[in-house]
């Protein structure tokens, strides 16, 4: 891995939040109505028509574009977000209240996902009876069909309502998690087992995978030994992928239990047109996706040594 | 997420919550208040600016209604104005000049004495707002001219011109007195409540933006409205607000005693809550009632005639059973029956499908082969975005829209999330009609709705939007005037019973039902009261044993 290469993938991540925060901005203006007129059109503070132009022209929103994309970008380039609208805090501080909800929800979401997955694809080689094996391959198809607030709620009305063995209201930080991070975890384990029992399903037909049966080694010791080293690099791939997933997941679920997270955020600013704030949640959303699919580029060699000398394969 | 989809999770959750839980006993009313306890109080959306005119949202009004005190008090139920910081007051005789005795000994949760001073700044403020702080004029106050601080207990008030709905402007939610040091603050910092510093019985101790509100009693707290039975500190402990966006989980939650009191219970959930002896409070928001309005200015609703024949062909009272409740009373005028000045104008409300279509002849609307009405060639099609704080609403337009598709006339109803509804809603050309409403208990208030330079729900030229051609109505807007501006209590009320008859005559609105605030609590939740628009008030609620 040269740093030539490195620096490299460094410079297309700049590139990659540029553009991010490019398209954003001009998406976001090209809305029709923004947040200062959504908030203060709003009939219960009864402002005048002349009232409101005024506070558009306090809050800048009526220079012209241009000059309000270099104010923006200059300003995230200082670190300064800007103020949302909405809630009438700085947007720095909504992040850094949001945020560490979302990343725990989607750790502990991803890492149950995993769970599930490598569960699911095991078990449909391993089980015993084919109708078995071939029940637990068609999981995956409806774990991805099922949607994320019916599971949500349906986990509450029963897990929460109905048999009170986890409170959804003023729960303990550590039940807190318990039904979201399962609502989350399905639907993104399921193309994970997908992709993993279509790549066991397909090592296990390859010449050496025979050699090592020849040789007198267990259907397990196959599996785990020789098996499961192949076919997870594919699914690694597909992790990266899968994080956008973990957000649209994170935005339902956290609507769903309430949770304070950047999903839910999202939610409202995307309601109240709230630019400052999903302007500063895509560039976030943007450079955690990137960050992710770098260093599973990265992680990739190491994994499998064919990679290791030809590094431009791994991109 | 598709509301499809949505609505059926919700049927099949609430079926679940419906036949597993196990209903509770029902506790008398009455009894010695148990003092401690703090209330879990489910929302369904945050609170936004805090600033205190901004109150008329009710998550913000829910809170500054137990954190800041008034100068005056409404009386829920006579609607009487009642001493509360003003001990007394005088009014001139043209209502130009209020002064005000100010309670001693009160102060504001940082030590602050709210003293006359501290009342004229607050008014300051509210009448004329601070533009190098952003913050705008409150709606309540009309022809503010400025304040003078006579002793440092006696503030007088000057006005422009008459205006006779200052004394119960002055109890509303959006006139909660608050610290200077928190009317410092620029408008946009006002969204974090632990900076809204006001003298009422609970103070802000934390908040977890967007999730989390945690109010403490104020131990100190001596001045409650002087003809409460209540007097002292507020019997709760604390207040912890958390918001619940989805509907089913807070009617669960509260069923599964995981909170004591939540807001915003759609109709359809009523049953559900009272089959287990919880209690649906629903308080009437006693001001302009749930209704249909048209923006004349679009040429296709320009014609009395069409107006009247969509008043005609709308059955409020099939909306009313159809879709809400008995605390939804059916609208016999454009303000709620519990209004000041409201009169009774059921007969000319009546629901007449055959006057409709004769009307909708005479106007040269005839009937073509799509089944639609048409005239030179047009259809007669029209617009109208959903609103979404108010009761079902998409459903209730959908309702009408079956209703007026009867007469031939075809009423598209949009989704109210969607990015185009705040500018299209300025543009009659787009939406030739719009739901409204507004609550506030003084005649005030149909002119917040009406006026072009308030509310303007029929958008005149020179109102809100600069899209409107040219349909302004003088007579409307003088009668408003009037309204706002007539000193003499009997004069004023026949003159807000005029304006009523006027707005039905020229069938500007089509009255739906009077829509109230709607809660729930459960059984052991003692002396909830609400103010005069329904915004609850936990200064004298306790927690029974349970």
């Not at chain 2, 209502?95 to 001073?117: C, E, H, M």
Request: proline share 6%; aromatic share 10%.
């Amino acid at each position: 891995m040269t740093s030539r290469y490195l620096l490299g993938r460094v410079g297309q991540a700049l590139l990659v939040l540029w553009a991010a925060f490019t398209v954003s901005f001009v998406l976001l203006q090209a809305m029709p109505g923004d947040a200062i007129l959504i908030k203060f059109q709003n009939p219960d503070l009864g402002l005048t028509a002349q009232q409101i132009a005024e506070i558009r022209a306090s809050y800048g929103a009526e220079g012209p574009l241009w000059l309000q994309y270099i104010h923006s970008i200059g300003n995230f380039l200082t670190g300064n977000f800007g103020y949302s609208v909405q809630a009438g805090v700085p947007v720095s501080a909504s992040l850094a209240a949001h945020l560490p909800v979302t990343l725990k929800l989607a750790m502990l979401g991803f890492l149950l996902a995993s769970i599930f997955a490598v569960a699911i694809a095991f078990l449909s080689s391993l089980a015993p009876f084919a109708w078995l094996r071939s029940a637990i391959q068609s999981i995956p198809s409806l774990f991805i069909s099922v949607p994320t607030f019916w599971l949500g709620i349906m986990l509450i009305q029963i897990f929460s309502f109905r048999l009170k063995l986890v409170p959804v209201i003023n729960p303990d930080p550590w039940q807190e998690f318990i039904l979201p991070v399962i609502t989350l975890a399905v639907p993104i384990s399921a193309p994970l087992a997908q992709v993993l029992v279509r790549n066991i399903d397909e090592v296990l037909t390859r010449p050496f995978v025979a050699v090592a049966r020849a040789k007198g080694a267990t259907r397990n010791r196959v599996l785990w030994r020789h098996v499961a080293k192949n076919a997870l690099l594919p699914t690694l791939t597909i992790a990266g992928v899968l994080f956008g997933e973990l957000i649209a997941g994170a935005v339902v679920t956290e609507t769903v239990f309430g949770l304070n997270g950047i999903g839910g955020l999202t939610e409202r600013a995307v309601g109240s047109q709230d630019a400052a704030v999903l302007q500063a949640i895509v560039v976030l959303s943007a450079a955690a996706f990137v960050i992710i699919n770098l260093i599973v580029d990265l992680v990739f060699p190491i994994l499998d040594p064919r990679l290791r000398t030809n590094p431009g394969a791994a991109a | 997420m598709t509301t499809r989809l949505q609505r059926f999770a919700l049927t099949l959750a609430a079926l679940a919550a419906t036949s597993f839980l196990s209903p509770s006993t029902y506790a008398e009313e009455g009894g010695e208040p148990l003092k401690g306890g703090t209330l879990v109080y489910l929302e369904q959306q945050a609170h936004t600016n805090l600033y205190p005119p901004a109150g008329g949202f009710y998550p913000n009004g829910g809170v500054l209604n137990q954190i800041t005190d008034k100068l005056t008090y409404q009386n829920p139920k006579t609607l009487e104005i009642e001493p509360w910081i003003a001990e007394s007051w005088t009014i001139n005789d043209d209502a130009t000049q209020y002064t005000f005795k100010i309670r001693p000994g009160v102060s504001f949760s940082d030590g602050t004495p709210l003293d006359a001073a501290a009342v004229a700044k607050n008014f300051d403020v509210f009448g004329l707002g601070n533009k190098a702080l952003k913050q705008p004029v409150s709606e309540v106050i009309n022809n503010y001219e400025r304040s003078e601080v006579i002793d440092p207990l006696t503030v007088k008030f000057y006005f422009k011109k008459p205006s006779p709905g200052f004394l119960q402007g002055t109890s509303v939610i959006g006139s909660g007195l608050v610290s200077p040091s928190t009317l410092a603050l620029p408008f946009e910092e006002l969204g974090d409540a632990t900076k809204i510093i006001g003298s009422g019985p609970f103070v802000v101790e934390s908040e977890t933006l967007g999730k989390e509100l945690n109010l403490k009693a104020r131990e100190d707290y001596s001045w409650g409205p002087a003809k409460l039975e209540h007097q002292g500190r507020a019997y709760l402990d604390g207040i912890k607000y958390i918001i619940t966006g989805e509907d089913s989980v807070r009617i669960g939650a509260l069923l599964a005693g995981q909170a004591d009191f939540i807001r915003q219970v759609q109709a359809y959930d009523e049953a559900q809550v009272e089959a287990q002896d919880f209690q649906i409070y629903a308080p009437p928001t006693r001001g302009v009632n749930n209704s249909v309005v048209f923006r004349p200015d679009n040429p296709l609703v320009a014609d009395l005639r069409v107006r009247q024949a969509l008043l005609h062909g709308t059955d409020s009272k099939e909306i009313v059973s159809t879709l809400f409740s008995r605390n939804y009373p059916q609208a016999t005028s454009i303000i709620a029956s519990t209004a000041l000045g409201y009169v009774d104008l059921s007969k000319k409300l009546a629901f007449d499908p055959d006057k409709s279509k004769k009307l909708l002849d005479e106007a040269g609307w005839t009937l073509g082969s799509s089944g639609l009405r048409q005239k030179d060639g047009k259809d007669l099609v029209l617009t109208a975005y959903e609103s979404l704080p108010q009761p079902q609403n998409k459903e209730t337009l959908q309702l009408v829209a079956q209703q007026w598709s009867k007469l031939g006339v075809k009423l598209n109803v949009l989704a109210g999330d969607s990015g185009s509804k705040t500018v299209d809603d300025l543009d009659p050309a787009k939406t030739p009609v719009s739901p409204a409403m507004v609550g506030r208990a003084d005649p005030d208030v149909i002119k917040s709705q009406y006026y072009p330079k308030n509310r303007d729900v029929l958008r005149q030229k020179g109102g809100l939007s600069d899209k409107v051609q040219n349909f302004v109505d003088g007579d409307l807007n003088g009668l408003l005037e009037q309204l706002a501006s007539e000193p003499n209590r009997d004069k004023r009320l026949a003159i807000a019973g005029e304006v009523q008859n006027y707005v039905v005559d020229q069938a500007y609105a089509i009255p739906l039902f009077e829509e109230p605030q709607a809660f729930a609590g459960a059984p052991y939740v003692k002396g909830v009261a609400f103010e005069a628009v329904g915004r609850p008030s936990f200064y004298s609620t306790w927690l029974d044993e349970h």
